[in-house]
C-alpha cells in the first residue's frame, strides 16, 4: 500500500479556537496564543500563577538579585507569580538550613489571594507616606524593588506606551526612597523612545543599568525589563 505522504490525516497539534458570538476576533487569538504557548503550560505544571513567573525566574538566573536572606518589595505584585518565584529565592519560609531567610512585601491596588511565605497588602504606593508604611512593614530598607505592573490598555499603542514608562517612572522613585544601598530596581518597560529620561536617572543612581528581553517575554510583544543594579543611595 502507498504512504500517504501529503500529510493529510495527521493530527493538528496546536489548539484552534472558533470565534464565539459575542467574542471579538483580537479575545480569540489572545486566547488561542494562550491555549498554545509552552509558558502558560509550564505555569500551570509548576503550579505558578501565571507564565510572567519565568521573566523574573531568567532574569535572576542572569542577575542573581534574589538571594537568600534578602529584603523584598513587589510592587502591583497580583497575581502573585513573582512573589513564588521570589519566596523560594530568599528563603522567605526558612526551609533551607544554614541560609539566611529573607521578607517579602507584596503591594497591589487590588485584593491579591494569599502566598505562604508573603506578606501582601492592599495599597496604592504612589498614594502619600506609602514608602514609609512599606518600610515600616518590612522593618527597614529593602535589598530589591520588583515591578511587572502595565497600565489598563487604551488600544492607542502610543498612549499605552508613555502610561507604563510614567507607571516605571513612578516605581523607580519609590525605590530611590526605599532601597538600601548597593540595592536592584527590576521594573518592566516597552521598548521605544520615550523611556530616554528614566535610563538617563537610573544611570545617576545605580551603578549599572540592563535593558534585557527574557526568553519568557513573548517575540511578538515590545516589552523589555530594566535590571538596575548598584543603588548609589
Not at 485584593?111 to 496604592?124: K, N, S, T, W
Not at 492607542?156 to 507607571?167: E, F
Not at 525605590?175 to 521594573?187: S, W, Y
Request: glycine share 12%.
Amino acid at each position: 500500500m502507498a504512504k500517504n505522504t501529503s500529510g493529510r490525516g495527521q493530527r493538528d497539534l496546536k489548539v484552534k479556537v472558533k470565534t464565539a458570538r459575542g467574542r471579538k476576533l483580537s479575545s480569540t487569538r489572545w486566547l488561542q496564543r494562550q491555549l498554545n504557548d509552552p509558558y502558560v503550560k509550564r505555569a500551570q505544571a509548576d503550579g505558578y500563577r501565571g507564565r510572567a513567573a519565568y521573566k523574573i525566574l531568567e532574569l535572576d538566573d542572569k542577575y542573581r538579585f534574589l538571594v537568600p536572606g534578602a529584603r523584598v518589595v513587589d510592587l502591583g505584585c497580583a497575581p502573585g507569580g513573582w512573589l513564588q518565584v521570589a519566596i523560594k529565592r530568599i528563603n522567605a519560609l526558612g526551609e533551607k538550613q544554614g541560609k539566611a531567610q529573607g521578607r517579602i512585601i507584596g503591594v497591589d491596588l487590588q485584593e491579591v489571594e494569599p502566598v505562604p511565605g508573603a506578606e501582601i497588602h492592599q495599597l496604592d504606593f504612589m498614594s502619600d507616606g506609602a514608602d514609609d508604611l512599606v518600610k515600616g512593614w518590612l522593618g527597614g530598607k529593602a535589598d530589591v524593588v520588583m515591578s511587572d505592573m502595565a497600565a489598563a490598555s487604551s488600544g492607542h499603542k502610543q498612549t499605552d506606551h508613555l502610561r507604563i514608562i510614567s507607571l516605571c517612572e513612578a516605581a523607580a522613585y519609590f525605590a530611590f526612597d526605599v532601597l538600601e544601598e548597593g540595592g536592584t530596581f527590576v521594573a518592566k518597560v516597552l521598548a521605544g523612545g520615550a523611556e530616554g529620561d528614566l535610563q538617563k536617572i537610573l544611570k545617576q543612581k545605580f551603578s549599572k543599568v540592563a535593558n534585557v528581553k527574557p526568553p519568557a517575554s513573548r517575540s511578538d510583544s515590545s516589552e523589555k525589563f530594566v535590571v538596575a543594579t548598584g543603588y548609589r543611595g
